[in-house]
């Protein structure tokens, strides 16, 4: 008899809770749906800044990976390159490195270790006691003052 009441007590319980789960979902199926997030509208204007500040900073790291050198490398010298080309190429050098010097410290290192010691993100963002992920970041904050800087120097 105790048992039989055991069990009975189970069948109310299972079935409470399973009309307490049924009428939860009405409410939520009864709810109205939330609002579809807001959406901001760009102007062309904004579009467009947008793009050239991204093209920009990637101009920057090809720009940097263009003049870099790595260590125990030389330039490779083409017969075929004009004294103009040469010039040119020399200059853009010049002013790729200046624009790294001033950048700030850890974005200078992370940039020279990248790019002219072919150093991985992790080894040097452990070296600066950074994420890998924040390493990153550092690496685009440091092109787009590249990219400002290169667009400045005429």
Request: net charge negative; aromatic share 4%.
């Amino acid at each position: 008899m105790l048992l039989e009441e055991a069990r009975k007590l189970g069948r109310k319980r299972k079935l409470v809770s399973r009309v307490r789960a049924c009428a939860a979902l009405e409410r939520v199926a009864d709810a109205e749906e939330p609002p579809p997030p807001a959406v901001r509208l760009t102007t062309e204007a904004e579009d467009q800044a947008e793009l050239s500040a991204f093209l920009a900073q990637r101009a920057a790291a090809l720009a940097v990976g263009l003049v870099c050198v790595a260590p125990g490398e030389r330039w490779a010298e083409n017969d075929e390159e004009t004294p103009e080309a040469k010039l040119s190429r020399e200059e853009l050098r010049r002013d790729v490195r200046s624009a790294i010097e001033e950048l700030p410290e850890r974005q200078r290192a992370l940039v020279r270790r990248h790019y002219f010691g072919g150093e991985s993100f992790e080894a040097i963002a452990g070296d600066l006691g950074v994420s890998k992920s924040w390493a990153s970041r550092l690496h685009a904050q440091a092109m787009a003052q590249l990219a400002e800087a290169l667009r400045r120097d005429p």
